[in-house]
């Protein structure tokens, strides 16, 4: 007997909300901003902005300014040292430190008890209710999940205040009947030495029947390679032959894509892309034929949205999410019963669908290239390196770029550090082929490569096998959610990379 078909009835209603996304979009953001604004109206923030008075979305923005972390913080301090009641009324014992950047300053996000159950396990149960939709032949529930997440400490020294990634704060609180479907066990989820934890999760997972995955595909693909290195195995599914889905999110899949194929070769594998941010849960890939995400309207979150080229200017143009135009770069912006408010988490997403809202991640609004008028985003690096190993046969682990303002020769160009899975059969074509595609998916790139004037062709570095892992480790970022900066205005990240490189 399935058991899965029997307990996936419970997500029928589920579903029928969640269609609704399609013909009622602007109703339901618009209950949620008023539910927000009447549950803060006393915190200070509330009062200060005189939350009761709120009446319509003009006014909630019109009287609230965009938000950065500079401007939260000292809110946060404050809660961090025990004040509440200052961003949200109810008790706030959790913060997620963001792994949003690789910068040593590290951002606490303050996390809700209303946030865990409305924003983040409601995601995961959406996640699961939409997958069953896709896959209705799903034995899910005969076996275990393995979430793969990082680990907590205690908040400024206080038994009864946690700081830690966001997956480890879910794992801490989560209920016990999820425990009885997932691994590994509470205690080796939560270890924070990272290398010791694949070990251990290796060692505990082997033996039990897995029939999903969820974590970040980089730091997934470690584990998975660990697992086949302990049991010799050639592929997952001959270790976890009922494995059929992987939940990934934090860092795009592209890259990964071919490299999953070669360790999981089983034609009934799926995968899910989500969107679970320190900040919220926000979306969650519907249809595995079309890469863009579902926007998860209906949680404690307000979406607004802000054109790429309205970043940085004092009084920046948003809008609401009836507002938003297709294929057009937008910088996020959420309200949320975290006690965020018009808070811009940083990350940029482009809109697909209307009927019901469906985006992707084109990238972050620090994580692009524009030193030369190029407006280089990660959507682009992307779309270039996909189309760069297809015609190589090359697979990528990761990656960064920079600029490179004017060498000897006075010439300006992108600089690419890539390390290989496996190498190109030239690294001459793979650059060519990424130049040339570049090019074609930007138009300001192809402006400013034109006859090589204002830039030139750009050049690929080969990195050492490991150079990005142990460019983490430097920096003590590994596991969890910590990411590589993928284009950096700057060369501050590449120039510390291509020392390690050489040494």
């Known amino acids: 007997m399935n058991i899965t078909k029997i307990i996936r009835q419970a997500f029928n209603s589920r579903l029928k909300e969640i269609d609704l996304y399609a013909s009622q979009a602007g109703e339901i953001q618009h209950r949620v901003m008023t539910r927000l604004v009447n549950q803060a109206a006393n915190t200070e923030w509330g009062k200060k902005y005189d939350y009761k008075s709120i009446r319509n979305y003009e006014e909630f923005k019109s009287r609230i300014p965009v938000q950065t ?7 946060v301090e ?3 040292a025990g004040e509440q009641n200052l961003l949200w009324p109810s008790e706030i014992r959790w913060f997620a430190k963001s792994s949003g950047t690789t910068n040593d300053k590290s951002k606490f996000l303050p996390v809700s008890k209303e946030a865990l159950q409305d924003i983040h396990y409601r995601g995961g149960k959406d996640a699961a209710a939409l997958y069953f939709r896709i896959n209705p032949d799903s034995h899910f ?14 908040n400024l020294n206080s038994n009864h205040s946690l700081v830690g990634d966001l997956s480890a704060i879910l794992i801490q609180n989560v209920s ?20 010791t934890k694949i070990e251990a999760i290796a060692n505990s997972t082997i033996p039990v029947n897995v029939t999903n995955l969820s974590g970040v595909p980089s730091w997934m693909l470690v584990l998975i390679k660990r697992i086949l290195e302990k049991t010799g195995k050639q592929t997952l599914e001959e ?14 899949f592209n890259p990964y894509r071919e490299q999953y194929k070669q360790v999981i070769q089983s034609p009934g594998m799926h995968y899910v892309e989500t969107y679970n941010a320190s900040e919220g849960y926000f979306g969650t890939q519907n249809d595995l034929s079309d890469p863009a995400m579902l926007l998860m309207i209906d949680y404690g979150i307000f979406y607004e949205f802000m054109p790429l080229e309205e970043v940085g200017k004092e009084f920046p143009h948003t809008c609401c999410l009836e ?11 959420i309200s949320t019963s975290c006690g965020l408010w018009r808070y811009m988490i940083g990350d940029t997403v482009k809109f697909t669908s209307k009927n019901p809202y469906k985006f992707i991640i084109t990238g972050r609004t620090k994580h692009f290239i524009n030193a030369f008028g190029e407006e280089l985003i990660v959507d682009n690096a992307e779309k270039g390196l996909i189309k760069a190993c297809a015609a190589t046969g ?7 770029a920079a600029p490179v303002f004017m060498d000897e020769h006075a010439k300006c160009r992108h600089q690419w550090l890539i390390e ?10 793979f650059a060519a082929i990424l130049d040339a595609t570049l090019k074609e998916v930007n138009s300001d790139y192809e402006a400013k490569r034109w006859k090589d004037i204002a830039l030139q062709p750009l050049e690929v570095i080969v990195a050492r096998k490991g150079l990005f892992h142990d460019w983490l480790a430097q920096k003590g970022k590994l596991g969890g959610q910590h990411k590589i900066p993928r284009l950096s205005n700057t060369r501050e990240y590449i120039e510390e990379m291509l020392e390690l490189n050489e040494e």
């Open 394 to 400: 090359a697979q990528v682990s990761d990656y960064s």
């Open 323 to 333: 507002e938003v135009e297709l294929n057009k770069n937008y910088a996020m912006i």
């Open 78 to 80: 404050r809660l961090r």
């Open 141 to 154: 529930f005969s076996g275990k999940g393995l979430i793969l997440g990082g680990s907590h400490s205690p």
């Open 69 to 75: 972390y500079d401007e939260i913080k000292p809110y």
């Open 239 to 252: 270790v976890w032959p009922n494995l059929e889905v992987f939940f990934h999110g934090g860092v795009a």
């Open 176 to 195: 016990p009947l999820i425990n009885l479907i997932r691994v590994p066990s509470k205690k080796i989820a939560l270890m924070s030495e990272w290398e």
């Open 420 to 429: 290989f899975a496996k190498m190109p059969d030239s690294i001459e074509n």
